[in-house]
């Protein structure tokens, strides 16, 4: 069956193009062949694991041009580093409560479970903005800043009201899904990895569709070894219905209405 699909997790790195416009435009060319109707897009042309503030606001820049091109098909996520935490608070401000960004991403920079995440995860939830963070259980060991979803867990125990999406629901996804299980702030986003059989089952089965999120990682990963994450699931079509968009659609429904936006 066709489904609705938005996806909740995009970049403009790894996609070819010269500009912000550029680089997005190709993706939605790549999205429009498997369908795909919206874009979430996080983190500019170049990546920073420790971004300073100059970096932080050069990256978001890149965002905003791409996302002013293509306002009905692309959302943006303010990219920030709460070791740089005024600098941080000042961008959340600008692009979200002044900007058109409807959410937050969190990248490498510090252990998102670091008391520095505080006042940062307690202004998006005031501004009605999810917080994507990104979360890995590495054999070969994590990034000195790199979070895990025990630390999603211990963040969002803090901060209740928040909305949280654990990206790559931890890589280690049977471990993920168990960390995240109690608090039910945390969405699993299931972007990113191998699109291994019953990863979406499973998540579905301990969480609840309606804590599933589809998202693909692109230029990371391709639309549509993700995309068969859901497709190739062993799930209800309402199930699907949910994961593909539905849920996300609910998560932003409050801070786009906020700002005039219907869906």
């Known amino acids: 069956m066709n489904h609705e699909i938005w996806d ?17 435009g190709r993706l939605l060319e790549y999205a429009d062949r498997v369908g795909i109707a919206r874009l979430c897009v996080m983190m500019g042309m ?13 990256s978001n820049d890149e965002v905003l041009q791409a996302i002013r091109k293509f306002p009905d098909r692309a959302f943006g996520f303010v990219y920030l ?11 959340l401000n600008r692009c979200v ?6 959410g937050v991403k ?20 005031e501004l009605k903005a999810p917080v994507t ?55 699993a986003d299931i972007n990113g990895g191998d699109p291994t059989a019953g990863f979406t089952e499973m998540a579905v089965r301990e ?16 639309f549509a070894s993700q995309l068969a994450k859901v497709h190739g699931a062993e799930l209800p079509d309402a ?15 409050p801070i786009l209405s906020a700002k005039g936006i219907k869906i």
């Not at 990546?47 to 606001?57: I, K, L, Q």
């Not at 409560?97 to 409807?102: A, I, L």
């Not at 479970?113 to 006042?119: A, S």
């Open 133 to 187: 963070q990104h979360c890995w259980i590495k054999i070969t060991g994590n990034l000195p800043g790199e979070s895990t979803p025990m630390d999603m867990a211990e963040l969002a125990a803090r901060h209740p009201k928040a909305t949280l999406i654990c990206a790559h629901t931890g890589g280690d996804w049977e471990r993920g899904i168990r960390a995240i299980r109690p608090h039910a702030n945390i969405y």
């Open 239 to 253: 199930a699907k219905r949910l994961i593909f968009a539905g849920n996300l659609k609910r998560l932003l429904r």
């Open 46 to 58: 170049t990546w920073n694991y420790d971004p300073t503030p100059e970096f932080m606001r050069k």
């Open 97 to 102: 409560r002044d900007g058109p960004m409807v």
């Open 207 to 222: 969480l609840g569709a309606e804590r599933v999120l589809y998202g693909s990682d692109a230029g990371g990963r391709s």
């Open 81 to 91: 580093n709460p070791k740089q935490t005024q600098a941080s608070l000042d961008e």
């Open 106 to 125: 969190l990248w490498c920079a510090l252990h998102c479970n670091d008391p520095l995440l505080d006042q940062i995860i307690a202004r998006a939830a």
């Open 8 to 24: 909740v997790h995009t970049h403009l790195a790894g996609v070819p193009g010269k500009t912000p416009e550029e680089k997005l």
